[in-house]
């Protein structure tokens, strides 16, 4: 069993910030990746930034320069600072872990998402 618990998503102005966050608990041996997506009305959900075990990140087009994804102390907790935010970043944001699953002894990844939370940016 694995639990993701996001948090700070919400209403913001054109121009403004929110700070997403994401901790991973449970059955989990170790972390590969952990990742933000996103799924806006009528759209498929598309990466927004993802950080590797190895602190190595990857971003969307449409938000580098203004997101920066970033771990915790722990490395179980992951951020999405999202400055200069524009309505089309409007989405349900969705925090992804890929892991590897205690007492699993072929190695294999799982994956596993969370429940998602609202960012709105209006004009």
């Known amino acids: 069993q694995v639990q993701l618990v996001e948090s700070g998503g919400g209403f913001v102005q054109a121009g403004g910030s929110l700070r997403l966050s994401c901790a991973a608990s449970?059955?989990?041996?170790?972390?590969?990746?952990m990742g933000w997506y996103r799924q806006a009305p009528g759209k498929q959900r598309e990466l927004v930034a993802v950080i590797t075990r190895a602190g190595t990140t990857n971003y969307a087009d449409s938000v580098k320069g203004r997101f920066t994804i970033s771990r915790g102390l722990a490395k179980n907790t992951v951020y999405l600072q999202m400055n200069s935010l524009k309505p089309e970043d409007t989405a349900v944001y969705y925090c992804n872990v890929d892991y590897l699953r205690l007492g699993d002894t072929v190695g294999r990844i799982y994956h596993y998402w969370g429940q998602g939370t609202q960012v709105t940016v209006s004009s």
């Open positions: 449970g059955s989990i041996f170790s972390i590969n990746a």
